[in-house]
């Protein structure tokens, strides 16, 4: 079953034009076949008339001398066999073949007819003369008849070049069509490259410049479901940035009164561990509020990031420099390589939410002792960060699934599994992208943002 679109409409297309081709074709076969009959039909008539007209009387007697030009008048090179009969009275044969039938009508004017001789199909004139002699007069009839070679050959050269070109026509046609077809179909193309090739959370109509009349109902009802998915986006996103905001106020006083008890039952170790654990619990509930309140943030933001310049060496600066605490109590070797002048184009609160993520997980994951590095460098027409760290690494086959909210590939470090995801939406919403691939040696992890650079 077709289901093409475009063969379809070619299908549709050269129907008609096949018909019009196969009627166009019987057409013109019909007329190369009256052509060469009455060609035929003429030259068989003046052979007739010239036979006849040297049918004369000769001391009272008819005498039938054929010329050769009567004969001349067939010769090609299909070599037709032709034959003649000359009878008067009806029954008296002057010359010929006399096996050579005879019309079943008589008349008049000149009677053309079929026949066969010697199992051959024969087409045949009688025609037929009135002779006058001392007042009388007699009736001579002259039949000339030939077989059907050059006829067969006359209506092939009249007929199979119409053939040939007809059939170069329709070749021309479908071409034509075809390449009709591939241009105005590049619009619908285009539409569906444009729909296909959308990050999931670009929500924008499609635009409709430019479409033809046909597909802009097609276009405002797409734009019509992006409306109320984008409404109903919208909504979940302000749903879960105020519950997190909402959490936050009473996790902290929750914090904080954890630990004014734990400073008042310091005395009762049982219930002392207890209000640890609920303190613990307490600050990943927090986290996690912090986390989610900033993933609807990145998730929020516009696409493309607003056309802000933003140096990325001050935002890498500033988050080590709030990460320096957090390296020194596991004694991690926290470090830097900056270039210069390094900008990009975007948020500087989401930019550095994004390094600060990068840097927390590094840091989180990495054994006491190890080493953190970020670097940041100009690669072409683009910013690249690189956050490196001598720790664990990532296993090849967990690496597709770390920019998965909530996925967690070593469940002993304390974490909410957000972190990579948030890191992952901040870079796309910032037309970047981001990587994570074994360290050097295999040892380590390396985890690589690039953005476009800024553009003056």
């Known amino acids: 079953m077709m ?28 007329a190369a076949r009256q052509t060469a009959d009455l060609l035929q039909d003429n030259a068989l008539l003046a ?10 009387w000769s001391n009272g007697e008819l005498l039938a001398n054929v010329p050769p030009a009567a004969l001349e008048i067939f010769e090609s090179p299909y070599q037709d066999h032709v034959f003649y009969r000359i009878v008067a009275d009806g029954d008296r044969l002057l010359g010929g073949t006399p096996e050579l039938a005879l019309p079943s009508e008589h008349a008049a004017y000149p009677v053309f007819y079929d ?10 004139v009688a025609y037929q003369r009135q002779l006058y002699n001392a007042g009388e007069a007699l009736s001579v009839v002259v039949v000339v008849g030939k077989t059907q070679a050059s006829r ?18 329709l070749v021309l046609a479908v071409v034509l069509v075809l390449i009709g077809l591939t241009s105005e179909l590049r619009p619908l193309m285009k539409l569906k490259d444009d729909v296909a090739d959308r990050d999931p959370m670009q929500l924008e109509p499609v635009r409709v410049d430019h479409l033809p009349t046909e597909l802009r109902p097609i276009v405002d009802a797409i734009n019509q479901c992006i409306a109320r998915l984008k409404l109903h986006t919208s909504t ?28 008042c039952v310091a005395d009762e170790p049982a219930l002392s561990d207890a209000l640890t654990g609920i303190h613990r619990t307490s600050r990943k509930m927090t986290e996690i509020t912090n986390q989610l309140l900033l993933l609807a943030r990145a998730e929020s933001a516009p696409s493309p990031a607003p056309n802000v310049s933003v140096d990325m060496t001050q935002v890498v600066s500033s988050v080590l420099e709030e990460s320096l605490l957090a390296a020194q109590r596991r004694d991690i070797d926290l470090g830097a390589d900056l270039e210069g002048d390094l900008r990009v184009a975007g948020s500087e609160q989401l930019l550095t939410a994004l390094v600060s993520n990068l840097v927390d997980n590094a840091i989180r994951y990495t054994q006491a002792g190890g080493a953190v590095t970020a670097r940041c460098r100009l690669a072409g027409e683009e910013v690249v960060l690189e956050v490196v760290d001598n720790g664990p690494g990532i296993p090849a086959e967990m690496r597709a699934h770390v920019f998965e909210r909530f996925y967690r590939g070593m469940t002993d470090v304390e974490g909410t599994g957000l972190g990579l995801a948030i890191v ?19 040892v380590g992890l390396v985890a690589t943002v690039r953005l476009p650079a800024w553009k003056d």
Not at 152 to 169: E, K, V
Not at 236 to 258: C, E, G, K, N, S
Not at 424 to 442: E, M
């Open 424 to 442: 992952q939406r901040i870079a796309q919403t910032h037309g970047g992208s981001v990587g994570v691939a074994p360290g050097k040696g295999r």
């Open 115 to 124: 026949t066969t001789l010697d199992d051959q199909a024969i087409r045949a």
């Open 3 to 30: 289901h093409s679109l475009r063969a379809r409409l070619l299908w549709w297309v050269l129907l008609p034009l096949a018909a019009f081709m196969v009627v166009a074709g019987v057409m013109a076969y019909d």
């Open 47 to 56: 052979s007739a008339r010239t036979i006849g007209e040297d049918v004369e």
């Open 236 to 263: 979940q996103r302000q749903f879960i940035a105020d519950a997190a905001h909402q959490l936050r106020t009473p996790l902290t006083l929750l914090d904080t009164q954890v630990q004014c008890a734990r400073q």
């Open 152 to 169: 067969a050959g006359m209506l092939a050269q009249l007929w199979h070049p119409q053939l040939i070109r007809q059939g170069l026509m």
